[in-house]
């Protein structure tokens, strides 16, 4: 073989090794700098990374059912939720139904970040009112205006918490995986407890204060799935952080959709101010054995290469 093919074909298996090593996107990042949380509409539902609109955010449409209200306080957000004497329901799509995120791959990762400040934080109780989840929606449960999702056959990750000055729950940090068929938050029974990660009587919220929930999903070598939850600012937890890890060795791969549902004011706040929704995915980096391997051939291609 010529020595310029030989060198070039060293050089490409290099590149094609390092070439995966950065392959990170993001796909939602809403600050709600046009004043609107309703674009892009159905079937469409999320930009995917590509600001469409020249409004230097990625956004994902945003859904509001039962009590209060969930709109824009004007150009820059924030996102601000009231809540009421009964259950809101606030939904966001971060891809099209025909394009979910799925973590095919070891090392394949998903990451939410959702940043909020709490007003009237409520005096103290022992539910767990205050819910989120990360899933896949089924199609037929997509929504297209305001409302609640339905029932369905979903499959993902929730957390149920307690929000108070003071976490009364006995469970107030509890990471849950949907049962695979029922409601999306409403039901508690449609859940299986995990973990928990914090203890009762631990310092929880206050009010006017900001927060940011971060849920990390990553398909590790098993092809299980490594969930991280964590909770950090003011003092919650007694530090500043709540966190709750688990591995599901029987997982789901696929996630569509971010969910949360405050049950009521005097539950968890009287207001929700999100100044921050965003969902970045990393793709896997190639085992080191891969690389090593990779570098070997292109040497020895190159040692050839130079005898000719």
């Known amino acids: 073989m010529h020595v310029t093919t030989w060198r070039l074909a060293a050089a490409g298996c290099l590149l094609v090794g390092f070439s995966s090593v950065a392959n990170a996107a993001i796909l939602v990042n809403d600050r709600w700098a046009d004043g609107t949380d309703s674009d892009p509409a159905s079937p469409t539902y999320s930009e995917m990374g590509v600001d469409g609109d020249a409004d230097t955010d990625l956004e994902s449409a ?3 059912g039962g009590g209060g209200t969930l ?7 924030p996102l601000a939720g009231s809540v009421s004497t009964g259950s809101s329901s606030w939904t966001t799509y971060f891809t099209p139904e025909a394009s979910p995120v799925t973590l095919a791959n070891t090392g394949d990762s998903l990451r939410v970040t959702w940043t909020f400040t709490p007003r009237t934080v409520n005096a103290g109780n022992t539910s767990q009112d205050f819910r989120l989840a990360v899933v896949d929606s089924p199609a037929a449960t997509r929504l297209a205006a305001n409302g609640a999702p ?5 499959s993902g990750y929730s957390m149920f918490m307690n929000m108070g000055p003071t976490l009364g729950n006995s469970n107030p940090f509890q990471l849950r995986e ?3 068929n029922g409601a999306l938050l409403s039901g508690s029974g449609d859940w299986l407890a995990l973990a928990n990660g914090v203890a009762t009587g631990a310092t929880g919220y206050a009010s006017d204060t900001q927060y940011t929930y971060v849920m990390t999903l990553t398909r590790n070598a098993s092809s299980g799935l490594d969930i991280v939850s964590t909770m950090s600012g003011g003092s919650i937890g007694g530090a500043g952080t709540a966190t709750v890890s688990f591995t599901d060795t029987t997982p789901s791969f696929t996630f569509d959709t971010f969910t949360l549902r405050p049950s009521s004011a005097s539950g968890t706040a009287a207001q929700f101010d ?4 965003r969902v970045e995915v990393t793709a896997a980096v190639p085992e080191p054995a891969t690389l090593s391997l990779c570098g070997i051939a292109a040497l020895a291609a190159l040692a050839v290469g130079r005898r000719k």
């Not at 339905?150 to 979903?154: F, I, K, L, M």
């Open 62 to 64: 945003w859904f509001q």
């Open 71 to 77: 709109d824009p306080t004007g150009a820059g957000g």
């Open 150 to 154: 339905g029932s369905g056959t979903y």
């Open 178 to 180: 949907h049962d695979g």
């Open 274 to 277: 999100t100044s921050l929704f």
